[in-house]
């Protein structure tokens, strides 16, 4: 009678650090030893333990394929896995107001429509004195200068928000020093990857 083999099930370690496996999602090729979770996780909660059983910051480094000081390759195929596993160091802005969402925001002032209110009342008793063709003069001239007011409010606040929006580009594009390959070089803060070796100026 065939007797069935046995399976060995067991799963060899390595001794220098210890694998996490607590994402669901697949990793390209299973390419870096560590997951996006798990990274966040460790980096958020600033658990030791944790770090410890991935032997530490030099663990951490061989999880992420770089190296503790000569940095990441700064290939294109390199950088691209990295960004195809990890994600990119950009955030989704917030579309940008348009200009009729200033027009709402002047109708909001509480002396704007105070201001309407006064001319609709001048414009209804001068009519009823004076006859519509004298009687506007007054609620119509009082009209008119709220609505200069809130045009001139409107344009003024969108060409500040659009000269903000230009300068915001252009103070959060910094250089940041990094080591790849081995030296150092100076990169935009948004092509940063997981696992570049940042140099710190304190």
Same mark, same amino acid.
């Given at each position: 009678?065939?007797?069935?083999?046995?399976?060995?099930?067991?799963?060899?370690?390595?001794?220098? +650090?210890?694998?996490?496996?607590? +994402?669901?999602?697949?990793? *390209?090729? #299973?390419?870096?030893?560590?997951?996006?979770?798990?990274?966040?996780? %460790?980096?958020?909660?600033?658990?030791?333990?944790? %770090?410890?059983?991935? #032997?530490?910051?030099?663990?951490?480094?061989?999880?992420?394929?770089?190296?503790?000081?000569?940095?990441?390759?700064?290939?294109?195929?390199?950088?691209?896995?990295?960004?195809? !596993? =990890?994600?990119?160091?950009?955030?989704?802005?917030?579309?940008?107001?348009?200009?009729?969402?200033?027009?709402?925001?002047?109708?909001? #002032?509480?002396?704007?429509?105070?201001?309407?209110?006064?001319? !609709?009342?001048? &414009?209804?008793?001068?009519?009823?004195?004076?006859?519509?063709? *004298?009687?506007? +003069?007054?609620?119509?001239?009082? =009209?008119?200068?709220?609505? &200069?007011?809130?045009?001139?409010?409107?344009?003024?606040? +969108?060409?500040?928000? @659009?000269?903000?929006?230009?300068?915001?580009?252009?103070? #959060?594009?910094?250089?940041?020093?990094?080591?790849?390959?081995? @030296? @150092?070089?100076?990169?935009s803060i948004f092509e940063i990857?997981?696992?570049?070796?940042?140099? &710190?100026?304190?």
């Amino acid at each position: 009678m065939l007797q069935p083999k046995k399976i060995n099930n067991k799963v060899s370690r390595s001794p220098s +650090y210890t694998v996490l496996s607590v +994402y669901n999602g697949k990793l *390209e090729n #299973d390419f870096f030893k560590i997951d996006p979770k798990s990274l966040t996780n %460790l980096v958020k909660e600033k658990n030791l333990d944790q %770090l410890q059983q991935l #032997d530490g910051i030099h663990g951490v480094a061989f999880a992420l394929k770089t190296d503790s000081e000569g940095g990441i390759c700064s290939s294109e195929e390199d950088i691209a896995r990295r960004h195809e !596993a =990890f994600g990119s160091n950009t955030y989704k802005k917030p579309p940008s107001k348009s200009f009729f969402h200033f027009v709402v925001e002047a109708f909001k #002032d509480l002396t704007i429509w105070i201001l309407l209110g006064c001319a !609709a009342l001048s &414009l209804a008793f001068g009519i009823k004195q004076h006859g519509p063709k *004298e009687g506007w +003069y007054d609620g119509g001239s009082i =009209f008119v200068a709220v609505f &200069l007011v809130i045009a001139v409010s409107t344009v003024s606040n +969108y060409r500040q928000n @659009r000269q903000f929006e230009k300068l915001s580009k252009v103070s #959060d594009n910094f250089q940041i020093e990094v080591v790849r390959n081995g @030296r @150092r070089q100076k990169i935009s803060i948004f092509e940063i990857v997981v696992g570049d070796v940042i140099c &710190l100026k304190i």
